[in-house]
């Protein structure tokens, strides 16, 4: 019986610069799962879970969620049988030291990408102050980029739409000071291993995608 390689696609990049809707897409055209670890902890936070209730004030302050908590909810996420024939990672890794717990977690048969997202400073501040989130769903918009039909109602579910308290001006400097400290080691990781592609996401959603297509598909 043939077997099936596994397609492990990781998306690196700052906090606000575009992953979590390139994902999506990229879940959309390849039916892999989306694994974003921000949306499972906020998810957490929203049903007051014990993982929830543990981690809300670190995310609240723009911080990182400790390795060991982290890589214990991703290495039981990608263990489900969804997750066989490989998966998207969305905000994970975030340190080197997750890198080498999902190296050692993944099929050695696997084939692995890792795309690392970057835009200039100002547009990052300019996606991330205007985003909004839905409560209920968690879809994001974005009030002038990606609005939603009616003022701040999700056009999925209908629910309110509010900014997380995380994308604040002063938190988002916060998560972007801990990202520029924990993103070398990471790239190195990756480059070194030749799997890390360079993807710039200063033009639209969709010149982004086709560009992570291109590599995707290499
Ligand atoms: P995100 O939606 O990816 O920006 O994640 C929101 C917050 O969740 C981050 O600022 C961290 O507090 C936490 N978080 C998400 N992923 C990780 C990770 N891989 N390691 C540590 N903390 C994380």
């Not at 060991?68 to 024939?85: G, H, P, T, W």
Request: proline share 5%; charged share 25%.
């Amino acid at each position: 019986m043939k077997t099936i390689q596994p397609l492990i696609i990781i998306l690196l990049g700052p906090p606000g610069v575009g992953k979590g809707s390139q994902a999506v897409k990229i879940h959309k055209s390849r039916h892999l799962p989306h694994i974003s670890t921000g949306d499972i902890l906020r998810a957490n936070i929203k049903e007051k879970t014990p993982l929830g209730l543990q981690t809300q004030s670190i995310i609240e302050k723009g911080e990182l969620v400790s390795d060991e908590i982290i890589n214990k909810m991703v290495l039981e996420r990608i263990s489900e049988q969804d997750c066989k024939k490989g998966f998207i990672l969305d905000g994970y890794p975030r340190t080197l030291a997750q890198a080498h717990v999902l190296e050692k977690a993944l099929d050695p048969q696997a084939m692995i990408k890792v795309i690392m997202y970057s835009a200039k400073n100002e547009t990052i501040v300019k996606r991330i102050s205007g985003r909004l989130t839905c409560k209920h769903c968690g879809q994001v918009f974005h009030s002038t980029l990606n609005p939603p039909k009616k003022l701040n109602i999700c056009d999925n579910c209908s629910h309110e739409l509010m900014q997380r308290k995380d994308d604040q001006a002063e938190i988002v400097l916060e998560r972007l000071k801990i990202y520029q400290k924990e993103i070398d080691p990471l790239v190195q990781f990756y480059h070194q291993k030749g799997l890390l592609q360079s993807i710039s996401c200063e033009g639209s959603i969709d010149e982004t995608f086709t560009q992570a297509n291109l590599y995707l598909n290499s």
